[in-house]
C-alpha cells in the first residue's frame, strides 16, 4: 500500500494541472507506478515525462543494451515496480532470459558478450560507488563514442529516479509482475 494515496484519475488533480495528467495518459495510456505519486508534483511530472519517450526510442543506443544498463541499475536500487515493468520492456528489445536471470541474481556478468559485460559491470560501479573505473569507461568509449556513454548513463539513472519515487513511496509492483523479491 503506497504512503500516500496515488493520483489515479484526472479528478485526483487539481483542474489547472489536469492537463499534466493527459500528458501522462498520452504517454503510457494508464496512470499508475512512479508517475501515480510524481502527478503530486505536477510540474516536476511535466519536466520528467520527456524522458520517458527519449528511453524508449529517442536515444541512439540500441535497445537490447539498453535495458541491460536498466535492468542493471535499477536491480541496484532493489524496486521490485520499476524492475517489473523493465524487464517486461527488457523481452519486448530481445533482452535473452539467461542476461535477465543473471540481472535478478545480481550474478557475476563474466560470461556474458564483452558490450554486456561491459555495460554491467559500468552500471554497478557507478550504483555502488559513484564511480566508474577507467577501463571500463574506455571501453565503453572506444566502442560506442561519448554520445552513446552519455546516453546510456543518463537513462540508467532516469529509471534510477523511479526507483527513489516508488521506493519511497512504497508503490508495490503490479500483480504478475517480475520480482526479484518477496
Known amino acids: 500500500?503506497?504512503?500516500?494515496?496515488p493520483i489515479v484519475a484526472r479528478s485526483d488533480m487539481a483542474p489547472e494541472?489536469?492537463?499534466v495528467f493527459d500528458q501522462v495518459m498520452?504517454?503510457?495510456?494508464r496512470i499508475r507506478g512512479p508517475f501515480s505519486m510524481l502527478l503530486h508534483?505536477?510540474?516536476?511530472a511535466e519536466r520528467l515525462l520527456p524522458m520517458v519517450p527519449f528511453a524508449r526510442e529517442g536515444t541512439i543506443v540500441e535497445p537490447q543494451l539498453r535495458q541491460i544498463a536498466v535492468l542493471a541499475a535499477v536491480r541496484e536500487r532493489e524496486a521490485n515496480y520499476v524492475w517489473a515493468a523493465q524487464v517486461d520492456?527488457?523481452?519486448?528489445?530481445?533482452?535473452?532470459?539467461?542476461?535477465i536471470d543473471l540481472?535478478?541474481?545480481?550474478?557475476?556478468?563474466a560470461g556474458l558478450a564483452a558490450d554486456e559485460?561491459?555495460?554491467v559491470t559500468y552500471v554497478r560501479q557507478l550504483m555502488r560507488t559513484n564511480r566508474t573505473e577507467q577501463v571500463v569507461f574506455d571501453a565503453l568509449n572506444k566502442r560506442h563514442g561519448a554520445q552513446w556513454l552519455v546516453e546510456l548513463t543518463a537513462v540508467a539513472n532516469f529509471y534510477v529516479a523511479l526507483c527513489g519515487v516508488v521506493n519511497?513511496?512504497?508503490v508495490p509492483a503490479p500483480d504478475g509482475g517480475d520480482r526479484f523479491s518477496g
Open 89 to 99: 520492456a527488457s523481452r519486448r528489445a530481445g533482452v535473452p532470459e539467461p542476461v
Open 26 to 29: 498520452d504517454v503510457f495510456g
Open 117 to 119: 559485460r561491459d555495460i
Open 103 to 109: 540481472l535478478r541474481a545480481k550474478g557475476d556478468p
Open 168 to 170: 519511497a513511496f512504497d
Open 41 to 44: 508534483s505536477p510540474k516536476l
Open 17 to 19: 494541472h489536469q492537463y
Open 1 to 5: 500500500m503506497p504512503r500516500i494515496p
